[in-house]
């Protein structure tokens, strides 16, 4: 499997926190519309209100419990986080798209799978909003620190931390970079072939930083599997990163690569931090 730099990240299941017990977030039932199934949600791209009853000739009862995920909603109307679904609902879901062989029985492992790995999404995310989010000339001059202290959060202030305010899965539509790490590991299988993602999500997130208005930015993630961890727990690799739909988006992806070798090249390590 491919790893690039911090773009890719490796998540093991067994290392899920217990938030994510359970992966798309899903709008809570407070939130729902008294719309029909037939209609999608345009937050989610899923039905409204998806049955928490039975399928029929299903033969085994599925939990119908939710759980809450760490991702807030983007809405000022929405309060509170997205709420994932339940196996129940993941079942009549993939029933719904005509998923029919669906194994019962994995369906709480599959739920939890799932929100494992939207949770791992986030916490990217989170990680480029926290570096990128108060200008490319912050984030440049700030980089040692921002590096010194990874996982920390960008502001105190609830107001300035990112917000989800809709996502789509696009499984059949690969990104161009998936395209191309395909392409060049045809040519060089040996060192950089891997398998293609088994999804794509573009996730639409609120970012506000002191003293400037929301902005709607545009990520796009790339879900990889690998070969299970000696333990025999699966293991996966998240490709998340800003859609290079504005020209901002390129600076930042080129800064994230570019500021460690650069400060390497200089013996930034050798030298104590400003």
Sequence with gaps: MHQSGPASTRFVRGAAPSTGEGGCPYPSSGSASSAPTSKLNPLNRMPFNISQ????????????????????????????????PSP????????????????LDAMEEMVAVHNFLNEGAWSEI???????AAGLSHAWQNRRQI???????????????????????????MTPKAAIIQMIGKIYPRKFGCEPPFDRHDWYVQRQAPGTPPREIRYVIDYYSAP?????????????RPAIDRPAAALERMMRWA???WDKMCGASARPSS
Aim: overall charge negative; proline content about 10%; glycine content about 8%.
């Design 259 to 261: 500021g460690p070798v």
């Design 147 to 173: 590096d010194a202290s990874p996982g920390a959060v960008r502001a105190a202030d609830d107001d300035c931390q990112p917000r989800l305010l809709k996502f789509e899965g696009r499984p059949k539509e």
């Design 53 to 84: 009853s039975r399928a029929e000739h299903q033969t085994v009862a599925l939990p119908t419990e939710r759980s809450v995920s760490t991702i807030p909603k983007g809405d000022a109307d929405r309060e509170g986080n997205w709420v994932y």
């Design 126 to 132: 989170v990680e480029w909003e926290r570096r990128y």
């Design 228 to 240: 299970p961890d000696p333990t025999g727990e699966p293991v996966f690799y998240l490709d998340v």
């Design 88 to 103: 129940q609902q993941m079942y009549n879901a993939l029933m719904r798209k005509g998923y029919a062989d669906t194994p």
